[in-house]
């Protein structure tokens, strides 16, 4: 699992005292994100199983490319996904290395969508918190009349069914199942060590390091593979072939390279250690 997780911590959720939230109207639309890739017939099989029960439905794919079983790297773009999508939009998350086991099927309604995973920690960005009007469902298949469920394909047995049948207003948000009085988050990292989480598509160097971090610690750059990385606002801020560090979109400190890629310039994959550089030492 990615260091940008310290630990999954069990939170409690009180239903006595949580009041009764208004539900966003589901507006048909259905969105997936995954760690299956896209060479094996698992993503068409769900948007399937979807369209099975929501035949109108339309549905989107944000990504299949989270790295296999990585609930951490899975759980940051779920928050990219916060706020992004109209109202009542069914957003189905999949990375779930613990299919079949003790680990709950999730249905959350928060900022104004709903979220449908295995709770493991993926859906923490869509979990109830501090200011949000939010609640949380244990999904209950026997009681939806679900298909036979298999031990390793709950994207296609289980949430897949529940989007499509919430997405097209066949069940209830109430109806998919009892409030989850518990449910497991992830603890973002912080301290002084810090990793490559993943690399992106132009081979950016995406690190632990959060905006809100290097902001507290007057943070000047980053060290890898023994290249400084100067921090910058952009891309662009640096001549062609330098490398650099930004703040990306996910508000997390990234190592670029100006029109080129830094992972192949430093040599550099997912879990290489990244120092943080403060004042005026490079």
């Not at 650099?244 to 879990?271: H, K, M, T």
């Amino acid at each position: 699992m990615s260091a940008w997780f310290r630990e999954v911590a069990i939170l409690s959720l009180d239903s006595r005292r949580r009041p009764a939230m208004e539900l966003p109207p589901p507006n048909g639309l259905v969105t997936l994100l995954t760690d299956f890739g896209l060479r094996d017939p698992y993503v068409g099989i769900v948007k399937g199983m979807v369209k099975r029960q929501n035949p109108r439905a339309e549905v989107l794919d944000v990504c299949h490319g989270v790295p296999p079983q990585d609930v951490a790297v899975g759980a940051l773009f779920v928050r990219a996904m916060v706020q992004r999508f109209p109202p009542g939009t069914v957003h189905v998350a999949v990375v779930d290395p613990g299919v079949g086991g003790e680990r709950k099927a999730l249905a959350v309604c928060a900022h104004e969508c709903y979220w449908i995973g295995p709770d493991n920690g993926l859906l923490s960005a869509a979990l109830p918190g501090p200011g949000h009007d939010a609640d949380a469902r244990e999904v209950d298949m026997a009681h939806l009349r679900g298909i036979p469920c298999s031990a390793t394909f709950h994207g296609r047995d289980v949430f897949g069914p529940i989007a499509g049948m919430l997405s097209g207003r066949k069940v209830g948000f109430p109806a998919i199942g009892p409030r989850a009085a518990r449910f497991q988050v992830l603890a973002r990292h912080e301290g002084p060590a810090h990793k490559v989480l993943f690399v992106d598509h132009y081979g950016n160097l995406v690190t632990s390091l959060s905006a809100a971090e290097a902001a507290a610690r007057k943070v000047t750059g980053l060290r890898v593979a023994g290249r400084f990385a100067p921090l910058r606002r952009t891309y662009s801020d640096a001549p062609a072939g330098e490398v650099l560090a930004l703040v990306n979109s996910y508000d997390l400190v990234e190592i670029a390279l100006c029109c080129g890629r830094a992972d192949a310039a430093l040599g550099c994959s997912p879990g290489a250690a990244v120092e943080v550089v403060t004042g005026g030492s490079a």
